[in-house]
């Protein structure tokens, strides 16, 4: 197992250099000079060459790239062209309002999808599974950010039933800070008001966020528990006189779970992505609408930061996937 | 029970504790005593030497004091951390004398040194705030002969200095010194924490850059608060992306205040609605869609005019404000004489608009359809204020066109024509359309160093004809502002320096 | 023949076909379609933000044009971007799938790491950041998205290629002394192509998402466009009260998307019956 683990590993660590070497190249090569792009405006030649030779744009590109890999891995991209604060900084502080916002994302396509997704398989080609079908498919084919506004034109603006953006309403004070996690801070501070009114921002963001992943997991779990309920063990279980639903739910579940789960990691790729529109849309003071500023604003460090950090993160929760699908099915530890 | 209705049971169970009652409750946005929340834009940072535009006054004048102040509309000049100044009978010597007894937010008092170093640190930065004086004002020239008094002594005379005094506001000479970092001057400390003296006191812990800004009541600020107890005690600003989610959030009593920029479609629908209403000022806040004067085919003077008479001035003002002359024959007329002068007239031309300001785009999109009628393609691209004031540092990387209003920073001709069109400008956002003319250059100098009113007069009209004739923008005029706030905000007090942003005049009821 | 018939009963996969052809058939007539074709450009600031009539079915735009014909005219940048990432992506991806897979050695190494190294980051943040790096234009957007889909191909024809390269016909192939080129292009290809094709479905409603979100955040399209991205971005100014400018060209990003998906995962469950409906 131990082997296994250290594999799975050591196989992403040439993906992790290689999108150290593609942002680098993004970031230092592309544009024509960085110096001057970092000296800004009014900048005289003497202070350009200041700033070539302070960040080491004399040095040779292999020698900047080591300097880089250095940098990075002591968290430091440097500060924000227009902020001037340090990337790292705004980073750390924004990076629990969107793992916030993406586990729950996360949590109710799982815990919503899997049992949907077994309810179609077991009323296979009926009501309940065509419909699931059509719900699914266009869950994926559904563009975000406008599903994001219909819901804040219907809930926000004319129901008037749930906050239009931000995080928290701005009359009530933030709990203090802990986690970063505004409902695990309230909670721990005992602020129910706060609990509640951050879930109450969350649910449409999560809502959003949620739709494509919800729409996969159910398709998968489905596809699983069909495949499983044409399994010999099924129809002994069957002949034996199981109930069903302790069958279904204990036994035919546990065995078609595995490719529903997998689906996870590569959706949490997705889930970050789609977080830059929702958060956008919703105002979210997360790392997305971070990126989305930086864009626009053409803030190098910024966007490579946050693109370095997304892409650890992405692999991270592709290997802890890979690992927990290993201790599942033993089998595909050989694979590797 | 079969599975199928156990399951549905649980579903529902499931939902009914997701969605808790108060959830289908309206939801409730409780004002808080004391609080004011606004929705205008936030500087790109926080320090006053380095940014200067609308954004950073609704900041800086909160935060930090400076010598004198305008109040007023029409503004006038008040003395504030100052009492009074002299002038030397040549107008090149000025003394200010200091107040005693202000303190700094650290409870250090204010002293001529922490005016002597702020004008410096402006000078030395060389940032938009330094425009005003780079042209009479040598950073030794500063000086503080005693612990009270500041001394100014210009190259030579210049008539707009007193009225740009306002411009530099006091930062704490001892905390920035010990935020310095490669002789920065501090200037990546003070872009997000503060240093002041305002009526206001930064919250550094709680800043998000572009997002979020959270002040409290200096209780020791030097000019006391027993004139309006009812001020804010907090002050949030927390700006939104978009202007109908801004008014949104006006109209459920979530901000109190919007931008000054509204169109008059959000106008329409904050004066149909109960409990806010429209704060409407005269300012002399100028629109203009800008245009570099050096890049073909807009050095050609013929295209510029052909594009000014291709703006639906009426059309803009009637339907979209509701506040040259549009004629696409005579525009057709100049673009086919630049076409015969060998201008690319076929090159499109792109236009930044300010993405979070509808007003400009719709300007934009408006000059684009009329322009497609006579043959000029007109490339609209969706920008920032922050990044397109970064791109007009140099000529090549100035867009071909963009859209802004030149609001009042300081009162006088200066604040307009004199750092929109003097070639030695260029550089700044302001004088972003790479005008060059010498002998509007000599008139504008000239009219710099006459101290005589009554004499400068004729000199910025003799400019202004010369630039006219030149085209070198589309001018618009568009001298109101307009912005919703709730009915708790009383005795909003405007002025068109800052656009009624300082805070402290404001009473708040509950 | 009995592929024909076995498409013809999964009926998703025949209301996709109709969507899509519905789709191409706007595109290509777009301009003889719409009842105002000159509103990609005009403006009439007296009709501004009405609410749909019979006259203009869709409501009208913040510069009064109509949306109704801005929506079908949107078809065709739609369909255009879409084909031409899809395309370019399959131009760049499938060479170098086929080579990565039949040679083995640094230079299929590099190859499959480089594709990793593009599949590391989240698609749309990289396209973003390619898209602003180029200055923000259709164009942009496009060989940005093109960047950023190639991996796909290349992933699919390596693993294809690795298993038929151990095939006996192969082997025989490489006895009679057939070239390189021929053997993966004539022999090898062709056995990957049922999988190719339905990537590309499947990647056209993937890419018609994506230009659209470049160009909601204004990385995409750029004004007077009539894309259906930067229309809901640009309607976001008027809401609530002009529901109908972000309603419809949602809806029609929506059925467009909703066509390709169903049409991709009819083909799939022809080509690969093992995968059924799963992904």
Redesign the interface.
């Known amino acids: 197992m131990l082997r296994f683990i250290l594999r799975r590993v050591l196989l992403a660590i040439p993906s992790l250099f290689g999108l150290l070497v593609l942002t680098f190249f993004l970031v230092r090569v592309v544009p024509a000079d960085p110096a001057t792009a970092l000296a800004g405006e009014n900048a005289t030649p003497a202070q350009i060459a200041a700033i070539r030779h302070e960040y080491g744009f004399d040095q040779p590109l292999y020698k900047q790239f080591v300097v880089y890999l250095g940098q990075v891995a002591r968290f430091d991209f440097g500060e924000s062209a227009y902020s001037r604060r340090p990337v790292s900084l705004d980073i750390k502080q924004r990076l629990p309002a969107t793992l916030e916002l993406t586990i729950t994302s996360l949590l109710l396509g799982t815990f919503l999808g899997i049992p949907l997704g077994t309810i179609a398989a077991v009323y296979h080609n009926r009501w309940p599974d065509i419909t699931l079908r059509i719900l699914s498919v266009a869950g994926v084919a559904i563009a975000a950010f406008w599903f994001a506004i219909e819901l804040q034109l219907l809930f926000s603006m004319e129901l008037d039933w749930l906050p239009l953006r931000g995080r928290l309403s701005s009359s009530m004070d933030a709990p203090p800070l802990v986690t970063g996690f505004m409902l695990i801070d309230s909670l721990l501070a005992g602020r129910w008001d706060a609990f509640t009114d951050t879930l109450h921002h969350l649910i449409l963001p999560a809502m959003t966020l949620s739709l494509g992943g919800l729409a996969t997991i159910a398709r998968f779990t489905r596809a699983g528990v069909l495949e499983t309920l044409q399994r010999d063990f099924v129809t002994y279980a069957r002949a034996q006189g199981v109930p069903s639903r302790v069958l279904i739910w204990k036994y035919v579940l546990k065995n078609s779970i595995v490719a529903a789960l997998t689906q996870i990691g590569l959706l949490f790729g997705g889930l970050i992505a789609g977080a830059v529109v929702v958060e956008t849309i919703f105002d979210w003071p997360g790392i997305g609408f971070y990126t989305v500023q930086a864009i626009l604003t053409a803030d190098y460090k910024v966007i490579l930061g946050v693109t370095v950090v997304i892409g650890v993160i992405y692999a991270a929760v592709n290997i802890l996937v890979d690992l927990i699908h290993g201790l599942v099915d033993p089998r595909l530890r050989e694979q590797l | 029970m079969t599975?199928?209705s156990?399951?549905a049971g649980a579903?529902a169970i499931a939902a009914a504790v997701s969605l808790?009652p108060?959830?289908?409750?309206?939801?409730a946005?409780?004002?808080?005593p004391g609080?004011l929340?606004t929705g205008d834009n936030l500087p790109?940072?926080l320090?006053p030497h380095?940014i200067f535009d609308v954004p950073m006054q609704l900041y800086s004048l909160n935060e930090y004091d400076n010598l004198y102040r305008y109040e007023g509309n029409p503004p006038e000049l008040k003395p504030w951390l100052a009492e009074s100044y002299t002038v030397s009978p040549d107008g090149l010597t000025y003394e200010f004398k200091l107040r005693h007894g202000a303190k700094f937010h650290d409870g250090s008092e204010i002293t001529a040194d922490d005016v002597v170093y702020s004008f410096k640190r402006v000078l030395a930065l060389?940032?938009g705030p330094s425009g005003a004086f780079k042209p009479v004002l040598k950073p030794d020239n500063v000086t503080a002969p005693d612990k009270y008094t500041v001394k100014f002594v210009l190259d030579h005379a210049y008539a707009p200095f007193l009225s740009a005094v306002p411009i530099v506001m006091v930062v704490n000479q001892k905390i920035l010194k010990a935020h310095e970092k490669?002789n920065d001057w501090g200037?990546?400390w003070l872009?997000?924490n503060g240093a002041g003296s305002g009526a206001y006191i930064l919250d550094a812990s709680?800043y998000?850059?572009?997002?979020?800004v959270d002040l409290k009541q200096n209780p020791a600020h030097f000019k006391g608060w027993s004139d309006n107890p009812q001020a804010p005690k907090e002050v949030?600003i927390?700006p939104?992306?978009?202007?109908?989610?801004r008014v949104?959030?006006l109209l459920?009593g979530?901000?109190d205040m919007t931008d000054s920029y509204l169109?008059t479609?959000q106008v329409e629908?904050i004066q149909k609605a109960k409990g806010v209403h429209i704060e409407k000022h005269t300012s002399m806040r100028v629109f203009v869609l800008r245009m570099n004067n050096t890049k073909p085919p807009l050095d050609n003077i013929n295209m510029r005019k052909c594009l000014a008479h291709a703006f639906?001035y009426d059309?803009f003002i009637t339907?979209?404000l509701k506040g040259y002359d549009y004629d696409l024959k005579k525009a057709k007329a100049f673009c086919d004489k630049a076409k015969a002068e060998g201008a690319p007239t076929t090159r499109p031309i792109e236009i930044h608009i300010q993405?979070q300001l509808?007003q400009t785009?719709?300007a934009?999109?408006?000059l684009?359809?009329?322009l497609?009628q006579i043959g000029i393609n007109l490339?609209?691209?969706?920008?920032?204020w922050?990044?397109i004031?970064?791109n007009?540092?140099k000529a090549d990387t100035t867009p071909d066109m963009w859209v802004h209003w030149v609001s009042t920073y300081f009162v006088d001709p200066e604040n307009w024509v004199g750092q929109m069109y003097d070639s030695q400008f260029h550089?700044?956002w302001k004088a972003s359309s790479w005008y060059k003319n010498p002998k509007v250059d000599e008139l504008l100098r000239k009219a710099r160093s006459v101290t005589d009113q009554k004499e400068r007069q004729p000199l910025y009209e003799e400019a202004t004809r010369l630039i006219v004739a030149d085209s070198p923008d589309i001018w618009v005029y568009n001298t109101v502002e307009l912005r919703g706030v709730t009915d708790r905000v009383k005795d909003f007090r405007f002025s068109p320096v800052g656009s009624g942003g300082e805070m402290r005049w404001i009473k708040l009821a509950n | 023949m009995l592929v024909l018939k076995k498409f013809a009963k999964d009926k998703p996969a025949v209301l996709g076909l109709i969507i899509v052809l519905i789709v191409i058939f706007v595109a290509i007539f777009a301009p003889l379609l719409a009842p105002y074709p000159g509103d990609v450009s005009a403006s009439h600031l007296l009709r501004r933000l009405k609410p749909p009539t019979w006259a203009y079915p869709f409501g009208s735009d913040n510069l009064g044009r109509d949306i109704f014909s801005r929506v079908i005219l949107g078809t065709r940048g739609a369909l255009m971007i879409a084909t031409t990432v899809v395309g370019l992506a399959m131009v760049i991806g499938v060479p170098l799938g086929l080579l990565g897979g039949y040679y083995i050695g640094w230079g299929s190494e590099f190859i499959m790491r480089v594709t990793d190294m593009f599949l590391a980051v989240p698609q749309l943040i990289l396209a973003l950041a390619l898209a602003q790096l180029m200055t923000p234009s259709i164009e942009s957007a496009m060989l940005a998205l093109t960047l950023t889909y190639w991996p796909f191909f290349t992933r699919i024809v390596y693993a294809e290629t690795r298993r038929l390269k151990n095939a006996l016909f192969i082997d025989a192939l490489q006895c009679m002394g057939a070239s390189v080129p021929r053997i993966l292009f004539l022999h090898i290809l062709p056995n990957c192509i049922s999988s190719i094709i339905v990537r590309a479905t499947i990647g056209m409603g993937f890419t018609i998402l994506m230009a659209a979100v470049l160009g909601f955040l204004g990385m995409g399209a750029t004004p007077p466009d009539p894309d259906w991205g930067l229309a809901i971005s640009e309607s976001r100014q008027y809401l609530p009260d002009s529901w109908w400018f972000a309603t419809f060209p949602g809806l029609a990003i929506f059925f467009t998307v909703l066509g390709f998906n169903m049409l991709g995962d009819g083909l799939r469950d022809i080509v690969d019956p093992r995968l059924r409906r799963s992904r």
């Open positions: 599975f199928w156990k399951l579903v808790t108060q959830i289908l409750t309206p939801y946005y409780a004002a808080q609080t929340v790109a940072n320090d380095q060389g940032k490669n200037a990546a872009g997000s709680t998000r850059p572009l997002e979020r949030q927390i939104t992306r978009e202007t109908s989610t949104l959030a459920k979530s901000v169109p479609d629908r639906n059309g339907e979209i993405s509808e785009n719709q934009a999109q408006l684009q359809s009329d497609s490339k609209i691209v969706s920008d920032t922050a990044n004031t970064t007009t540092a550089g700044t």
